[in-house]
């Protein structure tokens, strides 16, 4: 009896200990999925490429914040740092979840990092999907998230002031259609400048430290466009730069009749010779459509909305009355194939709200500017600030052939900011342009087989 009685306290006990620890258990359990729930959600943090959008992505990523309760945090690299500084963060334990890559060459740089985005949304609403980066393997690894385009920025107020002069070269911003009559027209304004009421025909051709990327970068683009077009190319390991002299003939055009003296150069800034322009120092200058929010959040601006105009950018090369602006995209989105499952979709989910609800839509046009790749835009939801509705314009010219972005070809950043340390070299009068041709054709090869390696 006492055996059985000890067997029946000690199973009622073992029952009460099981109940208990179920209790226990639950309790936890429930923590757990709270937990889980809350870490299912994710997080987003976005590394942005452009210094000049930083408050307009701040903005973005608070407005979805509060409509999901999502996380978003945006840092902006500094400019001429990108790859710097997405090399540092990538080896943080929070690392980016959503990135950019600058084309191809820099999809060789973070393949490793760039989950694949096939069976996306974002890749479907494509208009164009080739336009995507694509792996060996097929798999989409990298989306465009906007077609930009940029070439020569004037003044039309100033233009038609030149225009009405007695002895002026041309009647019509019409009748500017190739190099010639570019030099022609700009060398008589630098001569009437004081009638004109500007300082220069152009405005600084900026060369601080990392500011430079307007010159070695989209300007470069074009001889190596014109390059790749004679050769039915679309890449190259070695170039010839044969159209290195045209290059020189719009170069040596910004220099000669610049606000700023050529010595002078190596301390002048993008915001600079944006702020020149804006406040009517200047006629004109190269740039692209994302330039708009610079010129016009500039103190005393002058420049009127509808008198900002765009010219493309003529060299010298036979042919280019038929030539159209500089359009293409650099910036293509990657999600950190590192990352959680739950930020990834996180980053997903926020990139594909961005181009899909009316909010996110309304601030891609009206807060970004961006003109995008995607149909899910309405005629009625593209930008509507001057500089993007010309490269539209520009765009649906059917007379008109767009330079595309070969730059995104350039075998690396090193290439890029050697060139333009070389150019300045020039500008200041401290090397000879066979010097600045030779080192570049050097570079190139020297880079595009390191980067082979």
Not at 178 to 198: P, Y
Not at 341 to 350: G, I, N
Not at 389 to 404: A, C, F, G, H, K
Not at 439 to 445: H, L, N, Q, T
């Amino acid at each position: 009896m006492k055996m059985k009685k000890f067997l029946s306290v000690a199973l009622a006990a073992a029952m009460t200990a099981g109940l208990l620890a179920g209790c226990g258990s639950n309790k936890t359990d429930s923590a757990s999925s709270e937990s889980s729930k809350k870490d299912d959600k994710g997080s987003v943090y976005y590394l942005s490429f452009k210094p000049e959008q930083a408050e307009q992505w701040e903005a973005v990523a608070k407005a979805y914040t509060e409509e999901t309760g999502v996380q978003v945090k945006v840092q902006t690299a500094a400019s001429g740092t990108y790859e710097q500084t997405l090399k540092s963060e990538i080896a943080k334990k929070d690392a980016p979840t959503l990135f950019q890559v600058n084309g191809p060459v820099g999809y060789q740089n973070w393949k490793d990092y760039c989950m694949d985005l096939s069976d996306t949304d974002l890749y479907s609403w494509l208009n164009d999907k080739d336009m995507a980066i694509k792996g060996e393997d097929g798999g989409i690894y990298g989306i465009p998230y906007a077609v930009e385009g940029y070439g020569i920025i004037y003044n039309e107020e100033i233009m038609d002031k030149y225009f009405a002069l007695d002895g002026a070269k041309a009647s019509s911003i019409e009748e500017i259609n190739n190099f010639e009559k570019l030099k022609e027209v700009t060398e008589d304004m630098t001569a009437k400048k004081d009638q004109l009421g500007i300082e220069g025909v152009f405005a600084s051709t900026s060369f601080a430290p990392g500011e430079d990327w307007r010159w070695q970068t989209h300007l470069m683009n074009l001889p190596i466009y014109y390059e790749y077009q004679d050769k039915e190319v679309k890449d190259e390991k070695e170039i010839t730069f044969e159209y290195n002299e045209e290059f020189k003939n719009i170069f040596d055009l910004y220099l000669n009749n610049s606000v700023t003296e050529p010595a002078m150069l190596g301390s002048k800034t993008v915001s600079d010779s944006m702020a020149e322009f804006a406040l009517g120092k200047a006629a004109m200058v190269q740039n692209g459509n994302w330039a708009w929010g610079d010129i016009s959040g500039v103190d005393g601006n002058t420049v009127k909305e509808d008198k900002i105009k765009y010219l493309p950018i003529y060299t010298g090369i036979k042919g280019e009355e038929k030539q159209g602006l500089c359009v293409g995209g650099e910036n293509y989105f990657c999600i950190n194939s590192e990352a959680s499952e739950a930020d990834q979709k996180a980053s997903l989910d926020f990139i594909q709200w961005l181009f899909s609800s009316e909010e996110g839509k309304d601030k891609v046009t009206n807060e970004l500017g961006f003109i995008t790749p995607f149909n899910t835009f309405e005629d009625d939801q593209k930008p509507t600030d001057p500089l993007a509705q010309e490269v539209i314009r520009y765009m649906e010219n059917p007379d008109l052939t767009s330079v595309s972005w070969d730059f995104q070809t350039f075998p690396s950043q090193t290439f890029k900011d050697n060139l333009g340390a070389s150019l300045l070299e020039y500008a200041s009068g401290n090397k000879e342009w066979n010097t600045v041709v030779t080192e570049c054709i050097e570079d190139w090869k020297a880079e595009k087989e390191a980067t082979a390696e």
